[in-house]
């Protein structure tokens, strides 16, 4: 018998990212996404950290649903702006998932910073609730700085302006697979899988 787990998105790339890390590591266990469960109303991102707003989304998959669930919150922290956009990185520029204008407005407030003060972080928390009351979240960083001009075409939010530690490439010009192997959500997925083995394997 197969347990069913939501992951609260209806982004396929997270879907599919979380499948195939679970797929050996957790036997018999469903990912399903948001499409296919029947709609609920999605709670504002009112929280003032990512694993704050993880667990609101998880939560809120639960209770509409009754299924352990999985959520994830991330975004991109800049030192030089104090840990900002953090958790308002997808509205930044006032407009909820306008990658192009996020950006902008970014690399604007970034003009005279120099390169050596450009450090950065993604992050991501990801958080399991299930409906027995277990909640655990787990947050991972990947560290980095912006370059001043957009690169590559294979991410989306900030990634085409974000050059990881230890690369000259920036997360836009990376593979997916590179991307999974290295990225902030795919430490905090790859983290959670041990986590999810013990709760939901022992089902």
């Not at 979380?18 to 948001?34: F, I």
């Not at 299924?67 to 997808?90: E, I, K, Q, R």
């Not at 960083?141 to 530690?165: A, I, Q, T």
Request: some cysteine.
């Amino acid at each position: 018998m197969s347990t069913r787990l939501l992951l609260a998105t209806r982004n396929p790339g997270k879907l599919a990212e979380l499948q195939r890390l679970l797929a050996t590591a957790v036997p018999g266990v469903d990912v399903v996404g948001l499409r296919d469960v029947e709609e609920y109303p999605e709670a504002p991102e009112t929280g003032a950290t990512f694993a704050d707003n993880a667990l609101l989304k998880a939560r809120e998959a639960v209770r509409h649903t009754g299924l352990p669930a999985v959520a994830d919150d991330s975004g991109l922290s800049v030192d030089a702006l104090n840990g900002m956009p953090g958790v308002l990185s997808a509205r930044w520029s006032g407009r909820h998932g306008d990658d192009d204008a996020n950006t902008a407005l970014l690399l604007g407030q970034l003009a005279d910073v120099p390169d050596e003060r450009r450090g950065a972080a993604f992050v991501c928390a990801a958080a399991l609730v299930t409906p027995d009351g277990i909640e655990r979240v787990l947050e991972r960083e990947w560290r980095g700085r912006v370059v001043r001009e957009k690169r590559g075409s294979n991410g989306f939010g900030y990634d085409p302006v974000f050059v990881p530690e230890g690369l000259e490439l920036t997360s836009a010009e990376l593979s997916a697979a590179e991307k999974d192997a290295r990225s902030h959500r795919g430490q905090a997925f790859a983290a959670l899988v041990p986590v999810l083995a013990e709760v939901l394997g022992a089902r």
